[in-house]
């Protein structure tokens, strides 16, 4: 599914921009309130977001909006009341013709949704509360516990706006080096600090608690049992107030639906809304994988020590990454003194293995690559699938500063200017069948008959000596030819 169009709308004809996306054509209307921030554009981007999403929307029509203030909707030199959020969220489905839909409200989202619950019923079909609250003011010492322990970490991410330090609180099992690069863009582009800092005090303040008993829409509260964000009180003082309600504790400590396994988390969502459950079938795309791995790195790692290894391996990951997002691929995961990345075409994939194997020679190791071609199985942000087990294979085969492909990639860069070597069959530890092998570079020149008078094989020489290989009758056709 290619990115939805984004449309704008407003809750008032001279009001601020809202703006909001539709996917999807399923039979009734599902709303994705967001969080503390977030950004139409740039969920698309990331695989695991855009996996959710579109798993929301092979059974729902779903309806996607960015709050004002942050995101792609326009700025507020203040910070929207919960009613404001409401009348947003009204003011969005009027724009899609939705007059009734359930909702999907995340962390944030909840107050204002459980708001326009209470007080617009008619336009709610169901509610489904992820990693939310009623309130952040403590009722117990649970409360005050989480206050005491959450504020400074928040006030930490808050001065730090903009270098995704958020994952240590929103993704903590998932806080790795290429993730907090990529939710450091996020927060920038989804709000400005001075905005971020006034949502956090702003949220501060919310209390709904009171309107929990009024609420008609059947209602399922899903909550992590480690969030860090949303305590699991927070789920179970909502489920308790809520008539009807029920909770699903998961397990985990990620706040952040869209990192991780989630699909337990949608396989509740799609049977609480419709009423069965269909096991996702895993995503498959045609895709090109590179491994890499730097050859010998257990003897280097003894010779230069822990320290000065860590700060080689950091310079290492810098130029793959660089050497990656030159040629439009996507770094999927370090691998131990590694790294596996994707490419939409096998040409890129070798470039950029052979840039990085000439790159990091400057820092006194070599690379061996791999490069594969094949249908890949989607996981969230990871890929899996034969196609990566048949790349890791070639890689492992390569020698120091060698790329080595698989027959597939050599066929489909054909007229590229990439040149390889033949390097035989092999077999692929766990891959059925034989693989034959190559490696960039040029190929070996075809030993060839010479002349006996100036060791130079002549045009109608080579004529004669490629047809006679095939069968008398084209080698009496190559004579004749040889002798005019």
């Not at 498959?284 to 000065?308: H, K, N, P, Q, Y």
């Not at 066929?411 to 069948?433: I, M």
Request: net charge negative; proline share 6%; hydrophobic share 45%.
């Amino acid at each position: 599914m290619q990115p939805p169009v984004t449309r704008y709308t407003s809750v008032t004809e001279d009001g601020p921009s809202i703006a909001y996306q539709v996917a999807g054509e399923g039979p009734f209307d599902l709303v994705l309130v967001p969080g503390f921030v977030s950004h139409l554009d740039l969920q698309w981007s990331d695989p695991g977001f855009a996996r959710f999403l579109r798993r929301l929307a092979s059974f729902s029509r779903l309806i996607l909006f960015d709050k004002t203030g942050t995101g792609i909707s326009d700025p507020l030199g203040h910070v929207a009341t919960l009613e404001e959020r409401r009348d947003e969220i009204l003011a969005v489905m009027d724009a899609v013709g939705s007059e009734q839909a359930s909702f999907l409200a995340f962390s944030e989202g909840g107050p204002a949704t459980i708001l326009l619950a209470a007080s617009a019923p008619e336009r709610v079909r169901s509610l489904v509360l992820y990693g939310t609250f009623a309130a952040t003011t403590p009722e117990d010492d649970r409360g005050q516990e989480w206050l005491d322990r959450s504020v400074p970490v928040m006030k930490d991410i808050l001065d730090h706006w903009g270098e995704g330090r958020g994952m240590a609180m929103f993704a903590p099992s998932l806080d790795s080096d290429i993730q907090r690069r990529f939710y450091a863009i996020f927060e920038r582009a989804s709000a400005s600090p001075r905005m971020a800092r006034a949502l956090v005090d702003h949220l501060m303040t919310i209390d709904v608690r009171a309107v929990l008993p009024t609420i008609q829409a059947p209602t399922l509260v899903l909550h992590r049992e480690g969030d860090r964000v949303a305590p699991i009180w927070a789920g179970e003082q909502l489920a308790n107030a809520i008539p009807g309600a029920r909770i699903s504790v998961l397990p985990g400590e990620d706040h952040a639906f869209w990192f991780g396994d989630f699909d337990p988390i949608l396989d509740q969502v799609e049977e609480f809304l419709t009423g069965a459950r269909q096991s996702a079938a895993p995503e498959r795309a045609l895709a090109t994988v590179l491994f890499t791995d730097i050859v010998d790195s257990t003897r280097r790692a003894g010779e230069l020590g822990d320290r000065a290894w860590r700060d080689l391996l950091e310079r290492h990951d810098a130029l793959a990454e660089r050497a990656v997002q030159a040629q439009g691929g996507r770094v999927v995961k370090s691998i131990g003194d590694g790294m596996l990345a994707t490419f939409d075409g096998p040409a890129r994939a070798v470039r950029c293995a052979e840039g990085m194997c000439e790159s990091v020679r400057d820092l006194g190791i070599e690379l061996r690559a791999g490069v594969h071609t094949g249908e890949l199985e989607v996981i969230g942000a990871d890929v899996g699938g034969m196609a990566v087990h048949i790349g890791a294979r070639v890689s492992g085969m390569a020698g120091a500063g060698e790329v080595l492909v698989s027959q597939t990639v050599k066929d489909l860069v054909v007229g590229s200017g990439l040149q390889f070597a033949e390097r035989g069959e092999h077999e692929l530890k766990g891959v059925p069948g034989s693989w034959r092998l190559y490696a960039l570079g040029e190929p070996a020149p075809a030993p060839a008959p010479l002349d006996a008078a100036d060791g130079h094989m002549r045009a109608t020489d080579r004529v004669v000596v490629s047809l006679a290989r095939r069968a008398p009758r084209a080698m009496r056709l190559g004579a004749r030819l040889a002798s005019r």
